[in-house]
Nanobody, 126 residues
Framework: QVHLVQSGGGSVEAGTSLTLSCAVS????????LGWFRQTPGKRREGLAT??????????DSVNGRFTISQDDAGNTLTLLTLQVDNVKPEDTSRYFC?????????????????WGQGTQVNVSS
């Protein structure tokens, strides 16, 4: 069974940096795509960035260079997925989710992802 457990988030001040983490249990597949998304009440889940099994990265057009996605192996059973956000802004206030899907297709489209973390709230104060 696939598990994604998130950590990080909380309240931060505008202009600072933020790091979110997601521990992903190893998925028994050769092609796994991991990604970061966010959602505010009443709006659709917005894709931010994805990282494919070969390490290739895609960012959504709305990400203006302040977001960095990365992944590292954390032992034989876990992958640690990270999102760093630099110079956070009040409009970054949202609930952030990590997601996973199996397959070669790997872009930050929330509708294509089937495994999700529990979400973590980020509140940015000005």
């Amino acid at each position: 069974q696939v598990h994604l457990v998130q950590s990080g988030g909380g309240s931060v001040e505008a202009g600072t940096s933020l790091t979110l983490s997601c521990a992903v249990s190893k998925i028994p597949a050769d092609t796994v795509c991991l990604g970061w998304f966010r959602q505010t009440p009443g709006k659709r889940r917005e894709g931010l960035a994805t990282i494919a099994h070969d390490g290739s990265v895609k960012y959504s057009d709305s990400v203006n260079g302040r977001f960095t996605i990365s992944q590292d192996d954390a032992g034989n059973t876990l992958t640690l997925l990270t999102l760093q956000v630099d110079n956070v802004k009040p409009e970054d206030t949202s609930r952030y989710f990590c997601g996973a899907r199996v397959g070669l297709w790997c872009r930050p489209d929330a509708e294509k992802f089937i495994y999700w973390g529990q979400g973590t709230q980020v509140n940015v104060s000005s």
